[in-house]
């Protein structure tokens, strides 16, 4: 693709067309990387300094990489670069398979009207008509809405690598399998979802059932904070929690964390795992463990992964052994539901059982 065999982005009122950049578009290039820079440094946003962009490095690009620029009237108002190889960023799990998108960027004039998620996902569909599997990107880890961002689009958490001098960045990844009616993706639970959860937590019992002890009746956004609380950074917090989505139709359908992290054993804990009433009875709750072991044990590097369930629950316990939970034993009479003592089923799976079972 070159400039003169372009593709038009939709966007409300613009015409914005892409184009593979040619060398002569360096001084447009690095003049949206140094404004992009400065308003990172100017919102409190560690990623780009203005310093760090230079014509030398920029006409680099040209050579070892594939320059993308987004034309509103022929002026350069976002861009982005592919390049075909990752060491850098993904170590052992670099995979020439994929294109590695860098230096997406979008100019003052057309930031906040969808420019950057509309480069993103024409990025995602170009790496697969230049025959790659599928798109790869990092962003830095400690920005906790943009990390929620990626991955309401459908990208998926495969790690974190530290780049050093206290920098770290999470791995994300396409998957291309888009004829799933109901694949589903977790992203990181806000304060935008307090309501949902509190709506399906609709008795105590029920409460009680998926949370455990950790949340009491009736459940409140005091609770949530609390419980969100130092959360969802993949390398400092002992829990990740994620709300589920419905891919297809954006619906939120389920919550799951990861809890309990430890990571000089290698160990967590699956926890708090609820299906929204509506859509119980229909394979979602799965889809959601899997997305979890495969977020634990791929992108973690988790050994063990444990989880309990209540003995009364027998639609959970044939769940999870269909996952490929493995049965520990029990916990005899660990909790009291409506002047009962009920015993909790102690489930595990390891990395190798995991490895065992996962699909290709």
Not at 67 to 81: E, K
Not at 278 to 296: C, F, Y
Not at 335 to 358: N, Q
């Amino acid at each position: 693709m070159n400039e003169h065999n372009s593709k038009e982005i939709q966007l409300p009122a613009t015409s914005v067309h892409v184009v593979r950049a040619q060398l002569e578009r360096v001084p447009e290039v690095l003049k949206l990387l140094q404004e992009a820079a400065q308003w990172m440094e100017d919102n409190g946003i560690r990623q780009w300094s203005p310093g760090q962009f230079n014509e030398a490095d920029i006409t680099a690009y040209f050579s070892d990489r594939q320059v993308y620029l987004a034309l509103d009237h022929g002026q350069a108002v976002g861009m982005f670069t592919l390049q075909f190889s990752d060491p850098l960023y993904w170590g052992e799990k670099n995979d020439e398979a994929y294109a590695y998108l860098h230096r997406l960027a979008v100019t003052g004039t057309h930031r906040g009207k969808g420019l950057g998620k509309a480069m993103l996902l024409y990025a995602a569909q170009l790496a697969l008509e230049l025959g790659c599997k599928g798109l790869r990107f990092d962003t830095v880890a400690h920005n906790l809405k943009l990390n929620r961002y990626y991955q309401s689009l459908g990208f998926y958490y495969m790690g974190t690598n530290d780049m050093g001098g206290g920098r770290l960045v999470n791995l994300y990844q396409q998957f291309t399998d888009r004829n799933d009616p109901d694949a589903i993706l977790l992203r990181y639970f806000s304060e935008s979802d307090f309501a949902y959860i509190k709506s399906w937590s609709h008795s105590p019992e029920f409460l009680k059932q998926w949370a455990g002890p950790s949340l009491t009746y009736p459940l409140t956004d005091e609770q949530l904070t609390a419980y969100l609380t130092d959360s969802n950074h993949p390398v400092n917090s002992d829990k990740l929690l994620f709300t589920a989505v419905h891919a297809a139709s954006r619906q939120i359908i389920g919550h799951i964390s990861i809890a309990r992290i430890d990571r000089e054993n290698g160990s967590a804990r699956l926890a708090r795992v609820v299906v929204e009433p509506g859509q119980q009875g229909k394979g979602l709750g799965k889809r959601m463990v899997h997305e979890a072991l495969r977020i634990g044990f791929d992108g973690l590097g988790l050994h063990r992964i444990s989880l309990g369930v209540f003995d009364f629950n027998t639609a959970a316990l044939k769940a999870y052994e269909a996952c490929g939970f493995i049965r520990e034993g029990a916990m005899r009479e660990a909790a009291l539901f409506d002047g009962t003592y009920v015993d909790c089923i102690e489930f595990s799976m390891l990395d190798r059982e995991w490895r065992a079972l996962r699909p290709s």
